[in-house]
């Protein structure tokens, strides 16, 4: 069966630093570009951010840009989203999800949930003092 589990959400203080990671059972990653969402109460789903299989692209929601930081490590299965400067709006659920594909679907495509068709069943992030 094929899964994807999250983790490495939790509390943290404003300006703080959390690294998510999402794990993938039943296949393997490595062929396949990953993207982070995010959704908060009452809000749309976001998408954060999507490394394509090799690594050599990966895209950011404005949003997040030059706070966040996608990587991989396909010998370990994992895909990782280091995330520093947190603010109290990037409090959500946060959500790994693998594409059919090698590469992701570009910026216009990020937050575009249908091109997607494995997900997690997510980690709560919230940031407040």
């Known amino acids: 069966q094929l899964q994807l589990a999250e983790s490495g959400g939790g509390l943290v203080q404003p300006g703080g630093s959390l690294r998510l990671s999402c794990v993938a059972s039943?296949?393997?990653?490595?062929?396949?570009?990953i993207g982070w969402f995010r959704q908060a109460p009452g809000k749309e789903q976001e998408g954060v951010s999507c490394?394509?299989?090799?690594?050599?692209?990966?895209y950011y929601a404005d949003s997040v840009k030059g706070r966040f930081t996608i990587s991989r490590d396909n010998a370990k299965n994992t895909v990782y989203l280091q995330m520093n400067s947190l603010k109290p709006d990037d409090t959500a659920i946060y959500y790994c999800?693998?594409?059919?594909?090698?590469?992701?679907?570009?910026?216009?495509?990020?937050?575009?949930?249908?091109?997607?068709?494995?997900w997690g069943q997510g980690t709560q992030v919230t940031v407040s003092s």
């Open positions: 039943g296949f393997t990653l490595d062929h396949y570009a």
């Open positions: 490394i394509s299989s090799s690594a050599s692209s990966t």
């Open positions: 999800a693998s594409r059919a594909y090698s590469y992701c679907a570009g910026a216009v495509g990020l937050s575009v949930g249908a091109l997607y068709n494995n």
